[in-house]
């Protein structure tokens, strides 16, 4: 689905309610009676549809360990006292640099704790429709908001790695997210993560479908604000054209031309 290329043009105001956000956690809203995962871009004040975040254990300076990123909304997304958790849909990955693939399972584990009550990444994936396993992260307080913040434990033998675990957020009786995948670093290069992100955005969140950067399954403003994002911090997911590790109008060019193709 494409809209427009004069959407392009518009820029969406936040109001003064959006300063309470964070950039690195997951924004859940609620469309059309399901859960709809977003990021918060403090820049623009926007916030724009995401399923694909990243994190690095030990950021907070306990090795193996963050508490990023949190689950946040702004008030009155919720009613009161609605529920809201996650579920783990697969087995961790880690991601193999050399063959650019998520398939191998690791001997690590995740284990994410809220509130003492605690839940591990399964050591397989979880059989067509087995329960997952699920952990509540809380309730929307009483102006219908939720700030969470869970403790992501990378579990022994914690070897260094991109690890991938993908998830599904739920509330109260809406409909669970389209999956929802955190890219985790365990002390690897910047440049292999940007990497292992963007294979991430082309093969789960958004395949067929290069230019649908945010992975939502629309091609629209949300897109080219976060294509020019990337862009303009030289992250390699907008090196989209020769001379690749040079940063020009052929790159723009490039995402505008698959832009124009739309999706499948």
């Known amino acids: 689905m494409r809209y427009g290329l004069s959407m392009l043009a518009m820029v969406v105001g936040a109001g003064a ?3 309470q956000l964070h950039d690195v956690d997951v924004v859940l ?15 623009t004040g926007e916030i724009i ?6 994190e690095n254990f030990g950021s907070s300076g306990f090795p193996s360990f963050t508490a990023d990123p949190g689950f946040d909304s702004l008030p009155g997304t919720f009613a009161a006292n609605t529920p809201v958790g996650l579920s783990v849909r697969r087995a961790l990955r880690v991601w193999d640099d050399g063959a650019e693939h998520f398939d191998a399972i690791p001997a690590e584990r995740i284990e994410i704790n809220r509130g003492g009550i605690v839940v591990l990444t399964p050591t397989a994936d979880p059989d067509p429709g087995a329960a997952l396993p699920t952990l509540q992260l809380g309730i929307a307080g009483s102006n219908g908001r939720i700030h969470v913040h869970p403790w992501y434990t990378l579990m022994s033998p914690a070897g260094a790695g991109v690890y991938l675990l993908e998830l599904e957020v739920w509330a109260g009786a809406f409909e669970p997210s389209e999956p929802v995948w955190i890219v985790f670093n365990q002390n690897r290069p910047v440049d292999e993560v940007q990497r292992a992100v963007a294979w991430v955005e082309s093969n789960l969140a958004s395949p ?6 945010n992975g939502d399954g629309v091609l629209n403003f949300f ?4 294509f020019i994002a990337l862009y303009n911090d030289e992250d390699p997911r907008a090196d989209l054209a020769p001379p690749f590790g040079v940063f020009n109008f052929f790159d723009v060019s490039a995402f505008i031309s698959l832009y124009n193709q739309g999706c499948p």
Do not use: I, Q
Request: proline letters at 9%; charged letters at 25%; hydrophobic letters at 40%.
């Open 17 to 19: 309610a959006y300063g």
């Open 29 to 43: 809203k609620v469309e059309d009676g399901r859960v709809v995962t977003g990021n918060f871009l403090p820049d």
């Open 49 to 54: 549809p995401w399923r694909v975040f990243s």
């Open 208 to 213: 067929g479908c290069p230019a649908d950067f």
């Open 223 to 226: 897109d080219f604000s976060m």
